[in-house]
């Protein structure tokens, strides 16, 4: 009996080493070399209307758009009101819409005095000659509040281009305390943020 049963696990040995060489013969493999993985950036862009200069790359995905006192200098009397014209270029993969949004990040001047009273808004518009339609304007925020936080702008998400009017407004009912004051060297920041 005992050589019997040496018999069956010698089979079994056999039929396991078997089987799994047979399965050895049925698998395959190939490589891929020299691939590359890496994360895309978005790209806007700002250029503007009359100033001679379009954008300017500051390096690290970051275009500055330097008016040069070209730009909302017109001096306002109560109810008056300025604009200047930009094109925001979204230059990334068309897949990939941009959420934009605009915050007021730095100013010189009579600040304290004018940042309740002056107000501003974005309207975008089909290009500089076109009146923007009230409707889809943004609405007229003081410059204390464009300072305070990003704010959106109308029109949002970017896919390719949108051309704005940015407009600046003294209010008819302003404190008379504001005449003749001035803000200058103010920069605004405009961000574009992947939309979700």
């Given at each position: 009996m005992k050589k019997i049963l040496v018999g069956f696990f010698g089979i079994f040995l056999v039929l396991g080493i078997v089987a799994g060489t047979g399965y050895a013969l049925y698998s395959s493999s190939v490589r891929i070399e020299g691939a590359v993985f890496g994360t895309a950036n978005t790209d806007l862009k700002i250029d503007a209307y009359f100033t001679g200069d379009g954008w300017v790359n500051e390096g690290n995905g970051l275009y500055t758009l330097d008016v040069e006192g070209g730009f909302l200098t017109r001096p306002l009397?109560?109810?008056?009101?300025d604009w200047g014209h930009i094109k925001l270029i979204n230059s990334s993969d068309p897949s990939m819409p941009l959420k934009i949004t605009g915050q007021l990040i730095s100013h010189e001047g009579n600040w304290n005095v004018l940042k309740g009273e002056l107000r501003m808004r974005v309207c975008p518009?089909?290009?500089?000659l076109s009146d923007p339609i009230e409707?889809?304007?943004?609405?007229?925020l003081t410059l204390e509040q464009w300072n305070t936080a990003a704010r959106a702008f109308p029109g949002n998400p970017l896919t390719t281009e949108q051309q704005y009017w940015v407009e600046v407004e003294l209010p008819a009912n302003v404190d008379p305390n504001t005449a003749g004051n001035t803000i200058s060297n103010v920069t605004f920041t405009i961000t574009g943020t992947q939309a979700l």
């Open positions: 009397y109560p109810g008056e009101m518009v089909a290009d500089i409707a889809e304007c943004g609405s007229w």
